[in-house]
C-alpha cells in the first residue's frame, strides 16, 4: 500500500518536472527592446526598455533596435532602471 502511493508520488514529481522542461524549451526568446504601453484602447507608447527589464509594466510588445531608436527620438521616455537610450548610443 505504501509503495503504491510512493511510486505514484514519485510519478507525479517526474511528470511536473517534465512539463517544467518543456515550459522552459518552448519559451520565445526574450526580446531585445520593448516599449511598454498606456492604459486603455488605442494605447499608446509611454515608455522604452531593454528587454527584460523588470521595471517593464504588464502592458508591452517587443520592438526592433529601429524602432526603439525611433521612438527615443520621437521623445519617449526612457526607463531610468535598464537605460535603453546608453544600451543604444543615444546620448540625452
Given amino acids: 500500500m505504501w509503495a503504491e502511493r510512493i511510486d505514484e508520488a514519485i510519478a ?3 511528470h511536473r518536472e ?8 518552448r ?3 526574450t526580446p531585445d527592446w520593448i516599449v511598454e504601453l498606456s492604459i486603455g484602447v488605442g ?4 515608455e522604452v526598455h531593454v528587454g ?3 521595471a517593464a509594466g504588464k502592458r508591452h510588445r517587443a520592438i ?3 524602432q526603439a531608436l525611433a ?3 520621437d521623445g519617449i521616455r526612457a526607463c ?3 537605460r535603453p537610450d546608453t544600451e543604444l548610443g543615444v546620448l540625452g
Avoid: S
Avoid at 517534465?18 to 524549451?25: P, S
Avoid at 494605447?43 to 509611454?46: L, T
Fill in 43 to 46: 494605447a499608446r507608447p509611454v
Fill in 52 to 54: 527584460g527589464c523588470n
Fill in 64 to 66: 526592433t533596435r529601429e
Fill in 71 to 73: 521612438a527615443l527620438a
Fill in 27 to 29: 519559451r520565445p526568446p
Fill in 12 to 14: 507525479m514529481i517526474e
Fill in 80 to 82: 531610468i532602471h535598464c
Fill in 18 to 25: 517534465k512539463e517544467r522542461q518543456q515550459g522552459e524549451e
